[in-house]
């Protein structure tokens, strides 16, 4: 009996001690083992440009492999909800957080998730405008010249994108209603197709994203005449805002980490140190600015914040948009 | 400009020992991902990329390269020895091959794919020096009604590939299609036919229907019945191709060749399309078209050369222009911008090293890919004296964990077992599985050429007649067609 209540009181004190140092001793630990990170896409997208040179670094810092897994589908929505339904237990991670899946998607169709309550932002990494490309020989040097001819022309022009509900079409439509002309939509399967239509002279503009098409601007093969950024930046020269032009249209395909909800803040501590001591290393930041993108650190609750912003500015222009939720 | 000269420092930049190492690793591993069922290259090329940022550019392209190419050479040989499609673009070797390797010729037909697939690598390699930068314009003016011409070209030739049963291979090709309707909306990008199933919204994958039809229902054909094994052995006088099978098939290379490079460069064009149109364009020009399905080498030579070669041709857009035209291309897109290189109209003249160091790679990793398989091919051969009690339960593991490691995705590991079940009933009442391959990937890609040539001209079908491309490939069409009726008629003149 003596001998039973011992053992019970051993019991307690350890399940006690456990419930108020809790935290610390059972992620004391972490990570003990690698960590999957959830890339919502099949494998060659423009992002993994920039997060898998990242995770090399975090690797560093974390002391344990942060490894890629692609899982498409739904456009970047079910490798989304896959994260969302994943153990809070940190060795799950979404990347790609902030894209047009958790911004946009959601206000126009069932999403798995709910972008702002399933998610434990981290942190934010870097982030891409939208752009409108015309060939060098077109003859609108302008955005003012180009939307002057589709005001003279309506429906007339065309341009292909990388598929309805992207952020990219999103941004044309903004355009298209904010300027007040009409243009033809021509949805490709994603960005490269979407610039090779424009480079086979099919279309007369295409929506894509910078990234993609820079190295064309580059060989002065297409121009770009507006980018989607709240502020313009030094890697795409000479390319004015939508804001700078008059039109309140400000986008950016974010790249952000998540974990599920409800993981410990220890762990979303531990993780966010890492990506951030990695973000600070000089030769990552060049990786990211070769490839395009524009860096853009935030740190746990600037990125919660961000999201939520964002994700509210996209459910009202679409709302202003009149585009009907999808079936 | 000079050609000879920028060959001759191409091949000094791809003979330093670290470059010519990568290429090695590059074609090995290539091989590997290409006999295992499953895995292809493109998951394949995603793994290595990390490993690509602490290596300098040219032995990165030079390694990627060579797993792209090398899994060609690697996906036949699975397809011939047990009738699994090792990479997708194998798939319509299985039919000719597996029945060479029944009839105790697996090593002839190995030998024919390796050395098609080196004839055909060298072409490509070849036409991509001389060519590259018109050709790379040329493929850009393949617009959507040139690409719906092409594939409405395509279907016609391919229309009765493997089967003896015109109807039947018909009903095939069209259950692909369906098959295919499944999936995001081309246009809208809403999900079709996908019954609530999220897993299906980005549709049917080839791979598990390809794994499941030709692997897992092979499998469970033998499994009923008691094969005898020695029909597979064979003596190593009978492991390479006699100078009759040569004779068979060098024309098979050669159109193989270029009609797999022409459809390389095309932006979207596949090898697996490739594949299927050399092995529908060589049933048509044969003189004995009933020998296909029971054995023809010409069935291997040609397709194996055409995918191999169309391999080559991505690499046109990509090198001379910097546009990727297939996922594959988007990662050495990526791995060669992560190095600082920007691909584009002027990566030619900015960085010769790379574009030669890499061209003439591709010629010395072919070399390396025949010596690797020839004398591979017996040790394969030898693997089929494994008992089949130990083979198939082993291959089945390889068709499933293959498919899961695409996308990680235990749903399409149900829908392997699930095609797998269906192929299986099919075979037994004599339906050939290469057509609803076909259809399932040619379907969507006509269907988005159509829908979006019409948006283009707001909904006019003059737009497929009015530009010079589509015109000349639909009047190829119709004559493709008028033959074959007139073919028919004379047939039912003469058999009463």
């Not at chain 2, 470059?19 to 090329?45: E, H, Q």
């Amino acid at each position: 009996m003596n001998k039973k209540c011992r053992k019970l009181i051993g019991v307690l004190f350890v399940v006690v001690a456990h419930l108020t140092i809790g935290g610390s001793i059972a992620w004391g630990g972490y990570p003990d083992k690698p960590v999957n990170a959830i890339m919502p896409f099949a494998p060659g997208g423009a992002p993994e440009m920039v997060f898998r040179p990242l995770l090399e670094v975090v690797r560093k810092k974390l002391g344990q492999p942060v490894v890629i897994i692609n899982k498409p589908g739904g456009g970047g929505v079910a490798g989304s909800g896959e994260v969302a339904r994943a153990k809070s237990d940190g060795y799950t991670l979404l990347l790609n957080f902030g894209g047009g899946e958790h911004l946009v998607e959601p206000h126009m169709a069932d999403a798995p998730f709910n972008t702002l309550k399933d998610f434990s932002p981290v942190v934010m990494i870097s982030y891409f405008p939208s752009g409108l490309f015309v060939r060098v020989n077109a003859p609108w040097k302008t955005l003012e010249a180009f939307i002057d001819h589709a005001k003279k022309n309506p429906g007339t022009l065309r341009y292909s994108h990388p598929g309805r509900g992207t952020i990219n079409h999103l941004a044309a439509l903004a355009l298209e209603k904010k300027a007040g002309i009409k243009m033809s939509d021509i949805p490709t399967a994603g960005g490269a197709a979407a610039m090779n239509m424009l480079l086979g002279d099919h279309v007369e503009a295409a929506q894509i994203g910078a990234p993609v098409a820079w190295p064309q601007v580059e060989a002065k093969q297409i121009r770009c005449l507006v980018q989607s950024l709240p502020k313009s930046s030094e890697l795409y020269p000479g390319t004015p805002t939508y804001m700078e032009r008059g039109f309140d249209i400000r986008m950016a395909v974010n790249q952000g980490v998540a974990a599920p909800r409800n993981t410990p803040r220890e762990v979303i501590q531990i993780l966010h140190d890492a990506f951030a001591e990695a973000f600070r290393e000089k030769s990552l930041q060049d990786v990211i600015r070769t490839v395009r993108f524009v860096p853009n650190y935030m740190n746990t609750e600037e990125t919660a914040k961000y999201i939520n912003e964002m994700y509210a500015y996209y459910g009202k222009l679409i709302q202003d948009l009149g585009i009907p939720k999808k079936k | 400009m000079d050609i000879l000269s920028n060959v001759v420092n191409g091949l000094l930049v791809s003979l330093e020992p670290s470059n010519l190492f990568f290429c090695f690793i590059g074609c090995l591993f290539g091989t590997l991902i290409g006999v295992l069922p499953g895995l292809g290259p493109l998951a394949a090329i995603a793994f290595l990329l990390p490993i690509t940022y602490y290596i300098p550019v040219i032995p990165a392209m030079i390694m990627l390269a060579g797993i792209y190419y090398g899994a060609m050479y690697g996906g036949s040989t699975t397809s011939i020895l047990v009738n699994i499609p090792g990479e997708a673009a194998s798939c319509v070797t299985c039919i000719d091959g597996y029945q060479m390797a029944r009839q105790g010729r697996a090593g002839a037909a190995l030998g024919i794919a390796a050395i098609g697939s080196f004839a055909a690598g060298t072409f490509g390699v070849f036409v991509l020096m001389v060519l590259a930068p018109p050709l790379a314009r040329f493929s850009l003016r393949f617009g959507p009604p040139e690409y719906a011409a092409l594939l409405l070209l395509a279907l016609v030739i391919i229309a009765t590939i493997g089967s003896r049963d015109r109807v039947k291979a018909f009903l095939m090709l069209a259950s692909g299609a369906a098959l295919g309707m499944i999936g995001p909306d081309p246009v809208s990008g809403n999900a079709r036919f996908s019954l609530g199933v999220r897993e299906l919204y980005d549709g049917v994958g080839i791979a598990p229907l390809a794994i499941g039809l030709f692997g897992v229902s092979e499998v469970l054909l033998n499994a009923e019945i008691i094969l005898k094994q020695e029909v597979m052995k064979t003596s190593f006088k009978d492991m390479l191709p006699t100078l009759r099978d040569y004779r068979a098939s060098w024309a098979a290379i050669v159109r193989g060749s270029g009609l797999g490079f022409f459809i390389g460069i095309l932006p979207g064009g596949n090898p697996i399309v490739a594949s299927f149109l050399s092995y529908g364009l060589e049933k048509k020009l044969s003189s004995h078209p009933e020998r296909f399905g029971q054995g023809a080498i010409e069935g291997v030579a040609g397709p194996e050369s055409a995918n191999n070669s169309a391999t080559s041709g991505a690499f046109i857009p990509l090198l001379s222009m910097g546009v990727p035209n297939n996922a594959v291309m988007a990662l050495m897109l990526g791995a060669m911008m992560i190095h600082g290189v920007v691909p584009g109209p002027q990566l030619i003249d900015k960085t010769p090293q790379l574009f030669w160091g890499v061209i003439v790679s591709m010629y010395i990793g072919n070399i390396m890919l025949l010596a690797l398989n020839l004398p591979l091919i017996g040790l394969w051969v030898q693997l089929l004296r494994v008992p089949y009690r130990l083979l198939f339960p082993v291959i089945l593991m390889f068709c499933l964990v293959g498919v899961y490691a695409i996308n990680y995705s235990i749903f399409e590991m149900f829908l392997v077992v699930l095609f797998g079940t269906a192929g299986y009933l099919l075979r037994k009442v004599d339906f050939d599985m290469a057509p609803i391959i076909m259809g399932l990937i040619i379907g969507p890609m006509i269907e988005t050429a159509i829908r979006q040539s019409l948006m283009l001209s707001r909904g006019s079908f003059t737009i497929f007649v009015s530009r010079p491309i589509a015109l000349i490939l639909l009047a190829v069409t119709i004559l493709v067609l008028a033959n074959a009726f007139l073919k028919i008629r004379r047939l039912n003149v003469t058999s009463p």
